[in-house]
């Protein structure tokens, strides 16, 4: 593992080996299954281009009206339970008692991205937000605390885990491009990232 410190976003290269990358696929399945990909509608009504679907009590939800964490799939069912595989994750990097209430799937296929955002639709932002990258590279654009300024980019591969606190944890970031199938961990491709949050 290598840790890079890009505009205090601590990047662990390489922090998952493949076989833990593989587990984590496998504790992942049952949680799609349960609660599948969809795809959110961002304010105005476009559709956004990653899928994605979470687990834990709560759960991030987009619609024609605006963000929000909710309780229930937009099917109606709760969401699954976090994958102990993945909270451990955050246990070892943390090390905070407080565990995280969502972890956030997104699915990007091919040509899918995620534009600049910050993450603020949570109560408290003295929690970090850990987030897991699976699959094929994705390049993670890191902008400033306010919209603008200078960005600065840098891969993300399968088994990466990012860590955003303190001063990152309102930077606006986003995913320009992933290059599609260049990792064979997901038989179909693509890149799954998942995010934990205290969301209260
Ligand atoms: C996110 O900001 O929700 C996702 C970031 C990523 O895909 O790396
Ligand atoms: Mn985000």
């Known amino acids: 593992m290598t840790l890079l ?3 205090g ?3 662990c290269k390489g922090y998952l080996e493949p076989a833990r990358q593989a587990v984590l696929i496998e504790a992942l399945r049952p949680v799609l299954k349960a609660a599948p990909l969809f795809s959110p509608k961002v ?19 987009s619609d024609g009206s605006g963000y929000r964490y909710a ?4 099917k109606g069912q709760k969401w699954p339970a976090i994958p102990e595989a993945v909270l451990d994750i955050w246990r070892d990097l943390t090390g905070l008692e407080r ?23 949570e109560a408290d932002f003295s ?15 890191i902008g400033n605390r306010t919209r603008g300024g200078r960005t600065e980019s840098v891969w993300l591969n399968s088994g990466d885990v990012v860590v955003m606190g303190g001063e990152a944890r309102l930077a606006y970031h986003g995913v320009d491009r992933i290059r599609f199938k260049s990792s064979r961990l997901l038989p179909k491709g693509g890149r799954i990232n998942l995010t934990l949050r205290v969301v209260t």
Not at 43 to 61: C, D, E, H, L, N
Not at 101 to 119: F, P, S, T
Request: aromatic share 12%; charged share 20%; net charge negative.
């Open 71 to 74: 309780e229930q799939h937009p």
């Open 43 to 61: 304010r105005g009504g476009g559709q956004m281009s990653v899928r994605m679907t979470s687990a834990g009590q709560f759960g991030w939800y």
């Open 9 to 11: 976003f601590d990047v």
């Open 127 to 141: 929690f970090p937000v850990v987030s897991i990258s699976l699959g094929d590279d994705g390049l993670f654009r």
């Open 5 to 7: 410190r890009v505009r």
């Open 99 to 121: 565990q995280p209430e969502c972890c956030l799937l997104n699915y990007y296929g091919e040509g899918a991205r995620m534009g600049l955002h910050q993450d603020k639709d």
